[in-house]
């Protein structure tokens, strides 16, 4: 059960609503976010909600039974706007593009591809400046100082930064620097991660777990909205299978599914989910015709020589091809959604 609450409630009227449900058997947790106040009740009793719902201090009261429950479409059925500013929105209705390297690398790297950008109206960047390498004599990412740098270029020119973060002690130091925070497939279910990122007042990006399954993607954003955070968006990035003739399996399925059980915008991710450079372009419309709010690939002004995922990364050639197909294609699917 999710109760809204009104933003104006008094701890008498919230004392007297946390008395009554925990008094018909369910287990409270407050959540307080940038948006708005909720008490989730927990139990298996079935209820008559109007008991509740006339009681001082709510706005609504829902009932969902889903295992994840802020972040179910059940309660919410406005999809979730996640804005970055400057007029820059990841939502439902609109298609973001996101592109860059799978690793930040040099000043001279950050300006050609802020300008291949700017060239092609992309307002997000990717890079990894924290990168989780399988092996550690891998290159790990230029760090911090890699990051201020990069916001010194990209801020300038007005495109927003996508960068994923591996641990809670980087959140704060990495704040000031960052739109986007993406927790890896690797980190999808650190839930101390997740939590941490719940107090943050920035968007957060989760990627699918490497063997994740749809409702573990939905928990891990469950346990970030439930800390405070709603700025929310899911990605598909493929998922491992028996399959070994591509890098990962992309779910292309989870799009539609998620976008039934969930208001947050989900995004796709063909550089990681088909791991070949002349299969990403196929992918990432699949994805758009399958119904995602973003594409998210990976590219570079000379993938041969990336630091890392050279093999699936476009050049700028490919990229400026791309992001205008995928616009055109997202045109075309607005398209179907009218007949
Ligand atoms: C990346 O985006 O470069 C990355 C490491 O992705 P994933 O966590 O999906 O493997
Ligand atoms: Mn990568």
């Known amino acids: 059960m999710i109760i809204q609450l009104q933003p104006d409630i008094s701890n008498s009227q919230k004392e007297n609503l946390i ?69 820059i929105f990841i939502k439902e209705g609109e298609m973001a593009v996101i592109t860059g390297p799978c690793s930040i690398e040099s000043e001279e790297q950050i300006r050609s591809v802020v300008a291949h950008c700017v060239e092609n109206d992309i307002k997000m960047m990717r890079g ?10 891998a290159f790990r990412g230029l760090g911090l100082d890699g990051l201020k740098l990069w916001y010194e270029i990209a801020h300038e020119a007005g495109i927003k930064i996508v960068t994923e973060v ?4 980087q959140i704060e130091e990495m704040y000031p620097y960052v739109d986007v925070y993406q927790v890896g497939a690797r980190n999808s279910q650190n839930f101390n991660l997740l939590d941490e990122l ?34 929310l968006i899911l990605c598909e990035r493929g998922i491992r299978t028996y399959e070994r003739a591509s890098r990962n399996t992309l779910d292309l399925n989870a799009i539609p599914i998620l976008k039934a059980k969930s208001h947050l915008p989900v995004i796709v991710d063909p550089s990681h989910g088909i791991g070949i450079r002349a299969y990403v372009p ?9 119904g995602a709010d973003g594409i998210i690939y ?14 699936q990364t476009l050049d700028f ?20 959604d009218l007949l």
Do not use: C
């Open 198 to 231: 719940g107090k943050v007042d920035k968007a957060v990006m989760i990627k699918r777990g490497i063997s994740g399954t749809i409702e573990e993607l939905l928990q891990s954003a469950e346990y970030v909205f439930s800390g405070g955070n709603e700025k």
């Open 19 to 87: 008395q009554k449900v925990n008094g018909i058997g369910y287990k409270i947790t407050e959540v307080k976010t940038q948006l708005g106040d909720y008490l989730i009740g927990i139990g298996k009793k079935e209820i008559d909600i109007r008991q509740i719902g006339q009681m001082d201090g709510i706005i609504d009261i829902h009932i969902v039974s889903d295992e994840y429950k802020l972040v179910s479409k059940k309660w919410k059925a406005k999809p979730t706007s996640v804005d970055l500013g400057d007029n």
């Open 298 to 311: 990976e590219s570079h002004e000379v993938p041969e020589k990336a630091y890392s995922d050279g093999q």
């Open 282 to 290: 196929q992918m990432a419309l699949a994805g758009v015709m399958s």
């Open 166 to 169: 591996m641990q809670t002690s």
């Open 128 to 137: 990894g400046v924290f990168k989780p390498r399988s092996s550690p004599y």
């Open 317 to 336: 050639a490919q990229s400026a091809r791309l992001a205008g197909w995928i616009r055109e294609s997202f045109a075309m699917r607005k398209g179907f």
